[in-house]
């Protein structure tokens, strides 16, 4: 691990990159942890479907995207939009169901939307979002442009005939798009090993002609490089590639709880993998390294706390939807 | 003006529309074939490579998953379905995808996407290949859904189609395809939402979709003819957005109204145009309103059930005169 970093830090990956990964996870650590508190005291309504404990996926392929590539997510979302640089007070407006939200009011939870930074969308229809990835990518090849695209979905929805056929598409075109395979080892409340005949995601890649990964999704620098190399080669136009992240979510698979209350699955394997947070492994890093200091990070964290906090404000502040506006956008005028 | 066929027209459509914005492109399977789409595409792919226009896998739901996405990105792709039947795998993407995303994310990104799907009865085809859904696409809200009947219309409905910006379902039928018309060389419009009064009369309205104007044309004739019942033929062209103005001010000058649509009946275009009429145009009735349509049956093979099964001009004849006597 040392020896990565090091060679991060004199190669393509300087300090700073590292401190900026630390930041985007800690900033969708808090603000998850904000909306679980919120949907606790029933402020947000939507369902929600937080991302604690996977914050390295996110967080690890965005920091090599350009503004101009692509993103398309799923219902658990809130992650990779503000990986890719959507705004938190949009966001939060959005769980609030308020007309300055991201989808303005329209979306919810798992309707997130931020063209400008080239967070195209999230549909909430597993495996939906993955050809819309490949389709993206389509468009770039045809103009020739070097943009990339990406897409993030779960174990769940390589169970998904769009799964196959999209890897199929993009194989055979070799098109410039990321399939990010978040393996949190639940589809909802169904073990992987329960859903997969074979539970090698990553080995599925040889079949379509790309280069497969199964890398520890908790360890950032690991998702940063493996994410850095593949799409890198998609830009040069070397094809598409699947990323197999093995991670875990804390919580249940929609809302605050953890599913041990449920049976679902036992303490001991959350407890596991709550030693292997993603965040804190960092943070003992960046202080092993010196690169930050403890009060460094005492002053990063409530600058994002304040950010976090300040976007529940202006949710709860701004206003709804007007009634009127209930048929807007049904169509694009001409 | 020059007299083409159907096939030709759309043709026309497909080939200035590559040749005037780059971004169109044209997938679906069979578009490189020379019969499988109806000869619709015969000479794309030589002239704007096959980067333009590309024959896909039947992975219908990826590729139209695709061309939703190829969308977003600013493309333009016209997609095609060489049957309707086909395209059911691709609902997901359509309905959950290319429909609601312009509503979902606010208004933001739209999907410039047409979906063009033919309708290919008969043939001793039976239930899988013979399917007419313009129904169930109709009742989607954030689809547009038109159904050209001449070659004139097939060509301006595509332009139309391809350039609206939002995801247009473009339904035509392989019994249209070897029909002529005056063409215009140049590129134009028939705009979405406005039909047209294919035949002035002043006894009965009826209103047909896609092939079934042809046979009403052809019932109006006859009843002229033999009856002396005199027929207004309204031809919708776009089902979605609907020309209802033109369907009840014609019902107001007749006072009787007989929708003709070859697909199945319950919860079909004919439900709706009747329910538009009972609840806007009903002082204007002298006569119940009259649906000609497929029974509510799968398509059968052999081409002695397929008789009684398609309806023809004699059925709309049939139902124009108990229309009448009333």
């Known amino acids: ?334 | 003006m020059a007299v083409i066929q159907f096939s030709q027209a759309i043709n026309q459509a497909l080939y200035q529309l590559l040749e005037k914005d780059p971004e169109v492109f044209l997938i679906g399977q069979g578009v490189t074939s020379p019969w499988y789409v109806g000869g619709t595409t015969l000479g794309l792919v030589d002239r704007f490579g096959a980067e333009r226009v590309f024959d896909t896998p039947v992975s219908e739901n990826g590729v139209t998953g695709a061309a939703v996405g190829a969308a977003l990105a600013g493309a333009k792709p016209v997609l095609v379905f060489p049957r309707l039947d086909f395209m059911y795998y691709a609902f997901d993407q359509l309905i959950n995808h290319a429909a609601n995303w312009h509503y979902m994310f606010g208004g933001q990104l739209s999907v410039p996407l047409t979906i063009w799907g033919i309708v290919n009865r008969g043939g001793e085809q039976a239930a899988q290949h013979a399917q007419s859904i313009q129904a169930m696409m109709m009742h989607v809200p954030g689809l547009k859904v038109v159904m050209p009947s001449t070659p004139y219309d097939a060509k301006g409905l595509m332009v139309s189609a391809v350039t609206d910006g939002n995801p247009v379902m473009y339904i035509d039928e392989r019994w249209l395809y070897q029909t002529k018309g005056e063409v215009p060389e140049e590129m134009y419009k028939v705009p979405l939402g406005k039909g047209v009064v294919r035949r002035e009369g002043s006894d009965v309205t009826v209103v047909a979709t896609s092939y079934m104007v042809l046979e009403a044309l052809k019932a109006a004739e006859a009843l002229a003819k033999e009856e002396h019942i005199d027929v207004e033929v309204i031809d919708p062209r776009s089902i979605k957005p609907l020309d209802k103005q033109l369907l009840l001010s014609s019902l107001k000058k007749t006072g009787r109204f007989v929708v003709v649509d070859a697909a199945w009946q319950t919860g079909g275009v004919g439900a709706e145009l009747s329910a538009i009429v009972a609840s806007e145009g009903f002082d204007y009735l002298k006569a119940p309103v009259a649906r000609v349509s497929l029974p509510d049956a799968p398509a059968p093979s052999s081409s002695v059930l397929e008789k009684v099964y398609y309806p023809t001009s004699k059925t709309i004849i049939k139902k124009v005169k108990e229309t009448v006597v009333r």
């Open chain 1, 1 to 334: 691990m040392q020896k990565k970093a090091e060679k991060q830090r004199q190669s393509s990956s300087p300090q700073d990159i590292l401190k900026q990964l630390y930041r985007t996870m800690l900033r969708i650590r808090l603000f998850e942890e904000k909306t679980a508190e919120l949907v606790q005291k029933n402020e947000i309504l939507c369902p929600s479907h937080l991302y604690i404990g996977q914050e390295a996926v996110a967080t690890g392929v965005s920091a090599s995207l350009r503004k101009d590539d692509y993103v398309f997510s799923t219902h658990r979302s809130h992650g990779h939009y503000i990986a890719k640089g959507g705004d938190l007070n949009a966001l939060m407006a959005e769980l609030y169901g308020k007309v300055t939200g991201c989808s303005r009011g329209r979306g919810g939870s798992m309707h997130l939307s931020s063209p400008e930074v080239g967070f195209i969308g999230s549909s909430a229809i597993v495996a939906g979002s993955i050809p819309l990835a490949v389709g993206a990518a389509l468009a770039f090849s045809l103009r020739k442009q070097d943009r990339v695209s990406v897409a993030f979905f779960g174990d769940g929805a390589v169970n998904e005939g769009t799964w196959y056929e999209s890897m199929n598409i993009a194989g055979l075109r070799k098109l410039p798009v990321i399939f990010v395979c978040e393996n949190n080892l639940y589809s909802t409340h169904m073990p992987v090993s329960e859903c997969l005949a074979d539970t090698d995601i990553h080995r599925k890649a040889e079949t379509f002609g790309m280069s497969g990964y199964r890398i520890d999704g908790n360890n950032v620098i690991e998702v940063y490089e493996t994410a850095k190399k593949a799409i890198d080669a998609a830009r040069r136009g070397e094809g598409p590639a699947l990323i197999e992240c093995m991670t875990y979510r804390w919580r249940g698979h929609v809302g605050p709880n953890y599913d041990i209350e449920k049976g679902l699955r036992s303490k001991e394997e959350l407890d596991e993998w709550i030693a292997k947070c993603p965040i804190d492994r960092l943070e003992k890093q960046l202080l092993q390294q010196g690169l930050l200091t403890a009060s460094e990070i005492q002053r990063i964290r409530s600058e994002l706390k304040k950010a976090v906090d300040d976007s529940a404000v202006y949710a709860k502040k701004s206003p709804y939807p007007d009634e009127k506006t209930l048929l807007d956008n049904v169509f694009k005028e001409s």
